[in-house]
Every structure is written in C-alpha cells, then in structure tokens.
C-alpha cells in the first residue's frame, strides 16, 4: 500500500461496537416514491430554528455525523470544515484557543476582556476562551457565523460566533463503545449509554479519553517551576518530558424530564480534565 500527501507517517486502527435502537441519520433520504433527496438542515443562528436556506448569515452548520466522518474531535480542528476560519492554541496555553473568522484574530484570555468571537455553548456565553479546546463528541448540531453579529450575539462577536448544541437524550437504550490507535502511543476511547425511557425520565451519557505522546523532546525536562504564588494556583511543577502531549478525559451527562408535550426539562454537567502539554 502506497501512502502519498501526508505530512507524517501514521497508522490509525479503529473499532466500533453498538449495541441497542435506532438508525444512523443520513445526509441523502430515500422517499416513499424511490427518489433521494438532500436532508433539510435546521439551524438555530438568528434564535430561532429555521432552514439554513433561509438563514441571510455565512453560517456553517456542521453536525455530529460531520464531525466524526471528518475526524474532528476538539474547537481545534474545525478549520478542515469551516472556511475562513482558523482555530490555533494561543499563548495563554494549550487549552486556551485563538481563533481567526475572516482576518480578525481573537486573543484575549482573561475573563471579561474584549474578544472578536464569542462562544456560546447551549445559549450560554463562555467569557473566557481558556478550557474552550473541548472534546466534541456528544454534540447535536456546531454552528460557525461568520462576520459582525453583534445584533444578536453581543459586543464580542465583531468576527463572528460559534455556536454549540449540545445533544438530549432520546429515549432509545443504547450502549456503544468506540476505540483507535495510531503512533506516537497515540490512542481514544469513548463510551456512551444511553438510558430507555422510565416514565417522564430519559437520560445520557458518555466518556472519552484520548491520549498522544508529544513529538518534541524537552531540553528542560525536570526544571521545577514554583508557582505556588500565582493567580492560577498551579503550585510547584515539574517541566515534562515531551511537549505537545495529548491528554485528557472528558465527561457529559445529559438528564431529561419530560411529562408533557408541552413541557421538557434537561439538566446537562460536562466536564474535561487536560493535562496535555504545550
């Protein structure tokens, strides 16, 4: 097998088991009359649900099965779908994103400081771009809006917005577990249950934890750096010995109460822990 147009050589092997309801959605849907048609794609850009033929917003909507055929994982790799923009680890640390929509360049880091894209995660306003590099694996829908929308996302969206809908649980018993490796002692997993409906009661879950070795060695490898006295309060740490390494675990839990057509409760908890390294 002959491998051309890679920047580095890899092996990727992957295996997947599902166990429970449900059909995959599909891009193309077959019709009764035996004809097959593109699927309409329902984005919530301007507040409300509407066809993203009818959105007048450059608006990108990538949805799960998108993500996981296009490999992307974290905010991080969202360049390889959505045109003019640019996602990249800034200074402010590995989990700390800088992002580019059309030219305009986003760097600020602390809380409260001007930003020219804003996140928003279920309707909710991230302030702080640090932790934003998050796992993507349980999202219903990813928007990326680009141009000034402050009518309707606020001061700190002059480059544009993203969007992130998180998924609800659907009622339908489902347990799948997912694995790959590669090089560099590179591996992920994820693993997610999902509950049968129990009266008003339906629930989700999910984890992932995915690892990659750095691929630079460190020449300080064991300095000690006291920051004991620091705003972050990381205390005293050892200097790695690769730089660039993948490392963390990510949790999503998803409940929801749902007695009526007309009423839908749904309490979500997400969490990543990253220790990766610049």
Request: proline content about 5%; hydrophobic content about 35%; aromatic content about 8%.
């Amino acid at each position: 097998m002959k491998l051309t147009g890679m920047s580095r050589n890899s092996l990727l092997a992957s295996t997947a088991i599902t166990i429970g309801i449900g059909l995959p959605l599909q891009a193309l849907a077959q019709t009764s009359e035996g004809t097959v048609g593109l699927e309409e794609i329902v984005v919530t850009a301007q507040k409300r649900e509407q066809s993203l033929q009818d959105v007048p917003i450059a608006v990108t909507a990538v949805t799960q099965e998108n993500l996981q055929a296009n490999r992307i994982f974290t905010v991080n790799d969202l360049s390889a779908v959505a045109p003019g923009v640019t996602v990249k680890p800034s200074a402010g640390g590995i989990s700390t994103p800088s992002f580019t929509i059309r030219g305009q360049t986003s760097f600020g880091v602390v809380a409260g400081s001007d930003k020219q894209v804003s996140i928003y995660v279920d309707g909710v306003y991230i302030g702080s771009p640090r932790g934003s590099i998050f796992q993507l694996p349980d999202i219903q829908r990813l928007e990326v809006l680009r141009g000034p929308q402050g009518t309707l996302f606020g001061r700190n969206a002059t480059a544009g917005a993203i969007s992130v809908t998180t998924r609800d649980p659907t009622g339908d018993a489902r347990v799948k577990l997912e694995g790959s490796y590669g090089n560099y002692d590179a591996y992920r997993l994820r693993a997610t249950v999902e509950t049968p409906q129990f009266g008003p009661f339906s629930a989700y879950f999910s984890y992932v934890r995915d690892y990659r070795r750095g691929e630079i060695r460190n020449a300080a490898e064991g300095t000690l750096w006291d920051r004991s006295n620091s705003p972050s309060g990381f205390g005293v740490k050892r200097s790695p010995r690769w730089l660039g390494t993948v490392d963390s675990n990510s949790y999503f839990a998803a409940v929801k109460f749902e007695p009526s057509d007309s009423f839908k409760l749904v309490y979500k908890y997400d969490r990543n822990d990253d220790k990766g390294t610049p």
